[in-house]
């Protein structure tokens, strides 16, 4: 069968290259896909990215499964679309999707349906959301309602720093009309892991645990990211915490939305902290996989993935069974010059390691032609090892990080501390 990846990220290379190594499939198509997945062997990109053309492209092709990998194209619609044609997708629909594309949505569903999550108000009018902060006070946290590719969140230390994020978003429209709502939430502390399941609308099936590093700098420091490192599995998602994490917040979560009449088919991420007691709860839903937890995720999954998302197509994922490989995967990424603010695109990527069977260099931020490589975005590789211990995945990944060269290029050097730490 042919299989359509949509998107252009170190996700939806892993994707793409974890489907083809299904026997059942014989090309992936990704669109557009970026310089890695251009030349890996069984992949082909297709630069489509209007949606009812890339569904005229599917029916032409006769593609037999469709996976998209990041929200827009579902906030979009493409689930709904391709539905309507009788394409098979595998993603939620624009309304499931509003889980992630609407914190109003997805705050007020955690509320009703009673599932862990920091206490919050919405708001539309600066002058009451700057009263609101006044009286819970500092630390506190504003978000912009809608999409605003990870920065429409400001952890603020103080009632200035909350007020001028209030403003920066109702006031001065910083996020458009992603940023015409806000919702301010208490501040939790903790540990951040990232909890990612496949849903067939009823039955969760989960994914490795995985933890990411959001800020720009080692130990945790500089800007927010999309996520500059991942690595699977997360030591502090205990075996009790996580039937925790599923009873408490997945399955209601599932369970919540079908209720609601929007049944939630797709890859579900919840975002947790984890606070010093060991109680999770949710800081945000995804509605889709991580990026760049697919990399070592998709790294360590043994199954064929075309027949976990099939049982998730047909209701199934109850009979589904996930085989992991037992090590550790960690993935670095490389970022451009400027990234997060100003990424400078079209530096030549000169020197690239090679994969083998344990370390793939999954791009993001790339493009080829005529045969040359060049960055084209912010993130531009994930460079994915796997390892007995996580010491051993990191330094692997790591000795192939120095064989990368392009003008620019930033990567931290802590990748996986947090698993290193004693418990
Ligand atoms: P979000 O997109 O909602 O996950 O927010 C992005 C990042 O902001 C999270 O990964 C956390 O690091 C931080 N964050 C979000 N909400 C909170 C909160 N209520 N308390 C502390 N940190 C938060
Ligand atoms: N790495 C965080 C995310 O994909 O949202």
Redesign the pocket.
Known sequence: MKVLVIGSGGREHALAWRLAQSERVQLVYVAPGNGGTATDPRLENVPITDLPALADFVEREGIALSVVGPEAPMAAGVVNLFRARGLRIFGPTREAAQLESS?DFAKAFMQRHGIPT?QYRTFTDAAAARAYVAERGAPI?V?ADGLAA?KG?V?AQTVAEAHAAIDAMLVDNRFGTSGARVVI????AGE?ASFIVMSDGRHALALATSQDH?RLLDGDAGP?TGGMGAYSPAPIVTPALHARVMREIILPTIHGMAADGQNYVGFLYA?L?IDAAGNPKT??FNCRLGDPEAQPILARMKSDLVDLIDAALDGKLDQAEVEWDRRTALAVVVAAHGYPDAPRKGDAITRLPADSDDCIVFHAGTERDDGKLTVTGGRVLAVTALGDSVRAARSRAYAAVEQVEFAGMQYRRDIGHRALKPR
Not at 185 to 188: H, K, N, T, V
Request: hydrophobic share 45%.
């Open positions: 914190k920091a946290v978000k990870g969140v952890v939430e208490d501040f939790l951040e959001k927010n975002g902290m800081l945000e």
